[in-house]
């Protein structure tokens, strides 16, 4: 299963980066990454370093992964720890999560729930 292999190099480029993972997760479009950040690395570039490792990794799985990106933009909201068991059981389920509600509409949701300004037009690629 490369979804489940590719989550768990995803935790491996964390944990090279000093950034303990906690749970990594997700969807067919989308990743969740619950890790502590360290203080030797800044949110931008932990994500840069997942992006490319990972990228170079799947690529190299087959033929049918050759034009495999990640999308420009990301999402990054810190979490209080006394919810990190709530936060791991939703990464758990995302595929269930995901029959009832696309991404989309769930960050959306997110972003309203929490008063964040945005506009789509810089949300999507």
């Known amino acids: 299963n490369v979804k489940k292999e590719l989550f768990e ?13 906690v749970r990594v997760g997700g969807h067919k479009d989308h990743v969740h990454i619950l890790c502590t950040l360290s203080k030797k690395i800044s949110q931008v570039k932990l994500l840069e370093e997942v992006k490319k490792q990972s990228s170079k990794w799947i690529k190299l799985k087959g033929n049918q992964y050759h034009d495999f990106y990640w999308q420009d933009g990301y999402g990054i909201f810190s979490v209080n720890p006394s919810e990190t068991d709530v936060v791991t059981q939703y990464i758990d389920n995302q595929d269930k999560h995901h029959t009832k509600k696309s991404f989309e509409d769930e960050l959306r949701a997110f972003l309203r729930k929490y008063n964040v300004d945005f506009d789509e037009k810089y949300i999507w690629n």
């Open 9 to 21: 190099y995803i935790g491996g480029v964390c944990k090279g980066l000093e950034c303990n993972p």
